[in-house]
C-alpha cells in the first residue's frame, strides 16, 4: 500500500534501514532491489500517486497533475531552457517516452579514461542492464504501433542514403496511443510506478506519497536521517512532520533537485562538484507539413532513430505532440495558426538531441517556491551540432515529401522549400535563435574515484559523508548521447547489490 | 464564473491573447478562443493554480505588461490590449511574434497557458478533426491533486 496524504493522520515518525527519497528512475530501483534483499526499506516521494484510473489523454489536465509547476521548470540562460520533470510516484519516468538505451561502451570508456573513473568495466554493467530490461519490460514495438511518423522518416532517410531504426520501449502490449508523456491510459508504459514500486511494497519496503524530504540529518560525517513535511497536494501546504532516522539514505531526487538539496545544506561538496556540470541533451524539434494525412499521433509518440551521426553527438529521435502542444510550439496566430491546427494529421514530427559539451550549473534555491535555480548557456559547438541536426531532418523530410519544414529556428522559422534550406544551412545563428527543451539533466554530483574531483565514488556514495547514496542521474559525469533511464536504473540497482552486500558496516 | 488563480482583470487579458492567436472565423474552422473563453479559461486557471506562487505571479504580471505596452510599442496606439477588437490583436501578435525580439519568445511563453487549454475541448477537437486513437479508459475517475 502507498500511504497518501488522505492516510496520514499524523506526524511520521519512524525508522528503516535505509531510506530513499524520490520514486523516478533512480529511488523506485534502489527501494525494490532492497526490500527485495530482505533490507527494511522507506521511500518517500514528495508527489502523489495517480493510476491510469487518472489519464484523461489530455495534456492540460496531465501536465498540470504531475509535471513540476505544470512544466514551467528551465535553466535560465541564452536561450533559457525547459527542462520538464515528473512529480509523483514513478517520478520523471511516468511523463517520459518510454524511449530505453544501454549506456554506450564508449561513453563507459571515456569515463574510466579520462573523467577518474578507473576499475568501471562495461562487461561488468552487462548482468544490470538485462536485469533492468527485464524489469521494465524492455521490447521491440511492430511497424504499426511505431507509428506513421516513422515510416514518414524511414522513406525520407533512404532517399538520402541514412537509415531509420526502431527504438525500443519500455511497455506491454503498447497499443501506440500515442501519449506517453501525459499517462499512459493503456496502463501499458512500465514506469516505475508500475514497474517497480509495486515490487517493492510486496517485498514490504514502506512508501509514502506527498512526503518532501526537507533537511538530512548528519553526525559525525554519518548520515543519521531525514527531516520533512507531509504536503498537501490540493493547495502545497505542509501539514504534518516528518522525522525518519535510517543508517542510510538514498538521494534520488533527479539531477536538478538532489545538488539543490545538498548546496542549501552545505553538505557533502568538499570536492566543490557538487551543482557542477550539468548536462542535458539540448533538443531542437523539426516539424514538416505533408501532402498526405499522417495521423502522427497513432502510434508511440517516440517510434523511430537515426543514429548515423552519433558520433558527432547529434541523435534523431522522434517526437509527435497532441494538439494543444504541437500548435504551442509552431509559429503563427490568427489563420496561421489556425491553418497548422486544421492540418494536424498532415504533421509530422523529429527531435534533434545533442550530447552536450556544454556544462550549465545547478545551485541552491535562489527563490522561495522552487526547489533549485540553474544557468546553462548553449556553447557553439553545440549550437553548431543541434544546428546541423536541423538540417539533416529537414533535409530527410523535404526528401519524403514535405511541403514546408518548422526549423524551430526563430532566424528562419519556417522553410517552405529545399532552397529556403540550402540558405538556412549558410545563414550563421546564435544558440539563442533556437527554441531549446530538454528532458535528460545529468551530472550534478558527479562519481569518480578522487574525492577532489567528484562528489561520489563509483558504488555512488558521497565521498564525504557515510552512508549517504545517490542513486540517481546526478552521478553520470557526461551526457549520455541516448536516453538516460536504463542506465539510470542499471547503475542504482548495481549500488543497491553493494548496499545489501555491505549493510553490517553502517 | 470564479477562478482559483485568474482575478477579473487576469481574465479579460487572457481572453484578448486568446483571441489575438486564435481568432473566431476564417477559412479553417469557425470557432475562436472568445467563443469558447468560458470553457478554456478554467483550464488556463487550473495549470496556473499547480504553478509555483512565483511563476504564476510572474505569468500573470506578464499579461499585465503585455496589456498596457505592446499596443504602444506594435500598433502605436495608447490603448489597453483588452480593449482592442480581434482583427486588431491579431495584427498586434503577428507583429510581435516576428519581431525577433524578446517578444516572440514571450509570445512561446503564452501560447503554453492558451494553446493545451483551448485544444483540449471536445468541441475544439471536433473542429479540427482529432480524436485520440482510443477512448479514454471506462474506469477514469477524474483528476487527482
Ligand atoms: C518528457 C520527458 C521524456 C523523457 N523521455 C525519456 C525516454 O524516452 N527515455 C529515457 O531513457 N529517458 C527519458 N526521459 C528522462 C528520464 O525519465 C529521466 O532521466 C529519469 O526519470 C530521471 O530519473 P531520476 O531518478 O534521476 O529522477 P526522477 O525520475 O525525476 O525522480 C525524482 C523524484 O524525486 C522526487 N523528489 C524531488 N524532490 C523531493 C523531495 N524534496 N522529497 C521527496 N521527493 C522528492 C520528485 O518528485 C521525483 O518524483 C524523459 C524525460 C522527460 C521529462
Ligand atoms: S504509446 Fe500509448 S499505449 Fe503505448 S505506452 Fe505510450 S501511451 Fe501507452
Not at chain 1, 493503456?186 to 506527498?210: E, H, L, M, W
Not at chain 1, 541536426?389 to 522559422?413: D, L, N
Not at chain 1, 532552397?419 to 558527479?446: Q, S, Y
Amino acid at each position: 500500500m502507498i500511504r497518501e496524504f488522505k492516510d496520514i493522520k499524523r506526524d511520521i515518525n519512524e525508522h528503516a534501514d535505509v531510506l530513499v527519497i524520490g520514486s523516478g528512475a533512480g529511488g523506485a530501483v534502489a527501494a525494490k532491489e532492497l526490500a527485495e534483499k530482505g533490507i527494511d526499506v522507506i521511500l518517500i516521494e514528495e508527489g502523489s500517486y495517480f493510476t491510469s484510473k487518472n489519464y484523461n489523454q489530455d495534456p492540460n489536465d496531465m501536465m498540470g497533475m504531475m509535471w513540476r509547476d505544470s512544466g514551467t521548470t528551465l535553466a535560465l540562460g541564452l536561450p533559457p531552457v525547459s527542462i520538464t520533470l515528473g512529480k509523483a510516484i514513478g517520478g520523471t519516468t511516468l511523463i517520459n517516452s518510454a524511449t530505453c538505451f544501454r549506456t554506450p561502451e564508449t561513453v563507459i570508456e571515456k569515463w574510466r579514461k579520462s573523467y577518474g573513473c578507473e576499475g568501471l568495466d562495461y562487461k561488468e554493467l552487462l548482468p544490470y542492464f538485462e536485469k533492468v530490461e527485464n524489469e521494465i519490460s524492455v521490447t521491440e514495438l511492430s511497424e504499426d504501433v511505431l507509428g506513421a511518423v516513422y515510416q514518414v522518416v524511414k522513406r525520407g532517410a533512404k532517399a538520402l542514403g541514412l537509415s531509420a531504426k526502431p527504438l525500443r520501449h519500455n511497455v506491454k502490449n503498447c497499443e501506440g496511443a500515442g501519449i506517453c508523456q501525459f499517462g499512459c491510459p493503456r496502463g501499458a508504459k512500465q514506469s516505475t510506478d508500475v514497474s517497480y514500486i509495486p515490487k517493492a511494497i510486496q517485498a514490504g519496503a514502506r512508501i509514502f506519497a506527498n512526503c518532501r524530504a526537507t533537511k538530512l540529518l548528519t553526525e559525525s560525517g554519518r548520515i543519521r536521517g531525514v527531516k520533512g513535511k507531509v504536503i498537501d497536494p490540493s493547495n502545497g501546504k505542509a501539514k504534518h512532520n516528518i522525522h525518519i532516522t535510517s543508517k542510510i539514505v538514498c538521494l534520488a531526487m533527479g539531477a536538478m533537485i538532489t545538488p539543490a538539496f545538498l548546496l542549501k545544506q552545505r553538505l557533502a561538496n568538499t570536492s566543490g562538484q557538487v551543482g557542477k556540470n550539468l548536462t542535458i541533451h539540448p533538443c531542437g524539434r523539426v516539424v514538416a507539413e505533408m501532402e498526405e494525412e499522417v495521423n502522427g499521433h497513432h502510434g508511440v509518440s517516440q517510434g523511430g532513430q537515426i543514429d548515423a551521426f552519433a558520433g558527432e553527438g547529434i541523435m534523431l529521435e522522434g517526437i509527435f505532440l497532441p494538439p494543444g502542444l504541437m500548435t504551442m510550439s509552431l509559429p503563427g496566430v490568427g489563420e496561421d495558426h489556425k491553418y497548422i491546427a486544421k492540418h494536424y494529421k498532415n504533421l509530422a514530427a523529429f527531435g534533434v538531441m545533442v550530447s552536450d559539451t556544454t556544462r550549465g550549473r545547478v545551485f541552491r534555491p535562489l527563490l522561495p517556491g522552487f526547489p533549485f535555480s540553474s544557468w546553462y548557456s548553449l556553447n557553439k559547438t553545440d549550437t553548431g551540432k543541434l544546428k546541423k541536426g536541423i538540417e539533416i531532418t529537414a533535409e530527410i523530410f523535404f526528401e519524403a515529401g514535405a511541403k514546408r519544414v518548422f526549423t524551430g529556428c526563430t532566424k528562419m522559422p519556417i522553410l517552405n522549400s529545399k532552397e529556403d534550406l540550402e540558405i538556412f544551412k549558410t545563414m550563421p545563428v546564435r544558440a539563442w535563435h533556437f527554441e531549446l527543451a530538454a528532458f535528460h539533466p545529468l551530472g550534478t554530483c558527479r562519481f569518480g574515484n578522487d574525492p577532489g574531483e567528484s562528489v561520489v565514488d563509483m558504488n555512488l556514495e558521497s565521498h564525504d559523508i557515510k552512508g549517504l547514496f545517490i542513486p540517481d542521474g546526478s552521478p553520470f559525469p557526461t551526457s549520455l548521447g541516448v536516453n538516460p533511464q536504463v542506465t539510470i536504473m542499471a547503475f542504482a540497482t548495481r549500488t543497491s547489490d553493494y548496499i545489501a552486500e555491505s549493510i553490517e558496516r553502517y | 464564473m470564479t477562478y482559483k488563480i485568474l482575478s477579473n482583470k487576469d481574465v479579460k487579458i487572457f481572453e484578448a491573447l486568446g483571441s489575438g492567436i486564435i481568432p473566431g472565423g476564417g477559412q479553417h474552422f469557425e470557432m475562436g478562443a472568445r467563443d469558447l473563453s468560458e470553457k478554456w479559461l478554467p483550464r488556463t486557471d487550473y495549470l496556473l493554480s499547480r504553478m509555483n506562487l512565483l511563476s504564476r505571479t510572474g505569468m500573470r504580471f506578464l499579461g499585465k505588461l503585455i496589456n498596457i505596452f505592446w499596443p504602444m510599442v506594435y500598433l502605436r496606439q495608447f490603448s489597453q490590449m483588452i480593449h482592442l477588437p480581434e482583427d486588431e490583436l491579431v495584427i498586434l501578435f503577428h507583429r510581435a511574434e516576428s519581431s525577433g525580439t524578446l517578444s516572440s519568445a514571450l509570445i512561446l511563453l503564452l501560447k503554453v497557458l492558451i494553446c493545451p487549454p483551448f485544444y483540449g475541448l471536445k468541441e475544439v477537437k471536433e473542429s479540427i478533426d482529432y480524436k485520440e486513437k482510443f477512448p479514454n479508459p471506462k474506469n477514469f475517475e477524474g483528476i487527482k491533486a
